[in-house]
């Protein structure tokens, strides 16, 4: 009975010892899986992958930026969402103090979250303005942090440990999990930080991967990698969050000659995707993933069958299902009618 005990107490011990545990918020950031997206994959004749970056802990792509970047700040932040939530997870987690500022556009959700996450008076929503404008988010975050003693501002748009999260992790992770078999790279971009990296990594392994950047309307990328860099021509919105951009950011800037193409996707195709992402493989993703996932159908469209195409699933549904599944700001965007008919029962909100 003394060595039956001794042995299961041994084999206990050696099934314990092989469990891979994470440790904590930190420990659970990245190595997403990567999914195949069936029914693009038959529409298409390609392989097209999603980089599942809602399956982070904070749920959004944006966890990676905001661990690198809490290197170089650990208190102020200027966000258009996603990062400040990554942010302030990550703050919390470390026990540092996060005081948010954001256009008061974004989605409620966010809004709400990122109050439960820090001290509710510590999240600034602000008026949107243009970046030109003084009274943008990212220079009203800054002169806060100015303010006060031992603050940093983190400056995520234009702070390159952004960029640097994905240049080491993201991108080998794709690298590793295609066995290096990849055709094409694709998603939009805010920041830059996750397309930049992922662009220099993979151009760096292999210099025939194709690059191209996804625009939402009312940013200037597209214009500006289709003339050469010669226009910043913006016009129009986006239902998109957190993406599109009025300028090159230092987290692109040293990575534009990377860029092989750009697309422009439309809001109609962006919101058709939403749903068509929801029905046909069960994700329940946000308006900037399905911008991605349309951008990897058109770059598989462009080249060819047969190739094995990666974009971003930058986060979920949840973060925005106020907006994208009512029926009363469906149509006051205007696009009820980019939604196919047997889709339109998921439309459940009024």
Known sequence: ??????????????????????????????????????????????????????????????????????????????????????????????GYKCVIYMPNTQSQEKIDLLRMLVTGAEVYPVPAVPFDDPNNYNHQARRHAEKLENAVWTNQFDNTANRRAHLETTGPEIWEQTNGQIDGFTCSTGTAGTFAGVARFLKEKNPQIKVFIADPPGSVLYAYIKSGGKLLERSGSSITEGIGQGRVTDNLASDVHLIDDAL????????????????????????????????????????????????????????YQSRL??????????LLGAIPSHLQKYIVLP
């Open 264 to 319: 422009h996707i439309p809001d109609e195709k962006s919101i058709e995707m939403v749903y068509r992402l929801l029905d046909e493989e069960g994700l329940y993703l946000g308006a900037s993933t399905a911008l991605n996932v349309v951008a990897a159908v058109e770059m598989a469209k462009q080249l060819g069958p047969g190739k094995k195409i990666v974009t971003i699933l930058a986060d979920g549904a949840y973060r």
């Open 1 to 94: 009975v003394a060595m039956l005990r001794k042995l299961l107490s041994q084999r206990l011990y050696s099934t314990m010892s092989t469990l891979k545990v994470k440790e904590g918020f930190v420990g659970s950031i990245g190595n997403t899986p990567l999914i195949r997206l069936k029914s693009l994959c038959k529409e298409t004749g390609s392989e097209i992958y999603g980089k599942a970056e809602f399956m982070n802990p904070g749920g959004s792509v944006k966890d990676r930026a905001a661990l690198y970047v809490i290197k170089d700040a650990e208190e102020k932040e200027g966000t258009a969402g996603n990062t400040g939530i990554g942010l302030a997870h990550v703050c919390r987690a470390k």
């Open 325 to 334: 599944f009512s029926r009363k700001w469906i149509e006051s965007k205007n």
